[in-house]
């Protein structure tokens, strides 16, 4: 144990160089502005029947590199204390009345982001007897990404622009 670790203190640490920036990183060029409100917003994820692959983009949106938490957002375990209803998956005829209840449960004012192509159309599930299409049908959407998943860069994005649309109203 004791080798590894001495070998691993000389090598040094396996990492890749910082890349330059680019157009196409659009994320690096977002500024670091804490929230207006003087408090954090808090986001819950609502998983309405997705594949997961939205809910993986978004856990990379507490990464240091993303770190959404610098603009004053947070992840919390219950609806009671989001202020933003996260939800990635078609409406299911399952979920329907846990969506509405979550969105029921969060306190005003509250804003619904749907996140990826399912949650904005159905995605390849529209055609299923279980599917009610996107989140549309049951709550009403404020902000729409789209994506299958939607890049980290995207989510970000979007929730930016729910920043700056809360900040115009």
């Keep these: 144990m ?20 680019t157009e196409a990183s659009g994320i690096r060029r977002l500024t670091h502005r804490p929230p207006p409100w003087g408090r954090s917003m808090g986001l819950r994820t609502v998983d309405a029947g997705s594949c997961n692959g939205c809910e993986l983009e978004i856990q990379a949106l507490l990464n240091p ?21 996260l939800v990635t998956g078609p409406a299911t005829v399952n979920m329907t009345e846990a969506l509405q209840r979550a969105h029921d449960a969060a306190p005003n004012p509250k804003w619904v982001v749907a996140a990826g192509d399912c949650a904005l159309h159905g995605g390849p599930f529209k055609e299923s007897p279980a599917c009610q299409g996107g989140i549309h049908a049951v709550l009403p959407v404020d902000v729409a990404i789209p994506g299958c998943p939607p890049t980290p860069e995207a989510l970000c994005q979007g929730l930016l622009a729910l920043l700056e649309r809360d900040q115009k109203e």
């Excluded at 004791?2 to 920036?21: D, I, V």
């Excluded at 770190?67 to 202020?83: L, Q």
């Design 65 to 85: 590199v993303y770190d959404v938490e610098r603009w004053g957002f947070r992840f919390t375990a219950s609806p009671r204390h989001a202020d933003v209803l």
């Design 2 to 21: 004791f080798k590894l670790l001495k070998r691993t203190l000389q090598r040094g640490p396996f990492t890749e160089p910082l890349a330059e920036e």
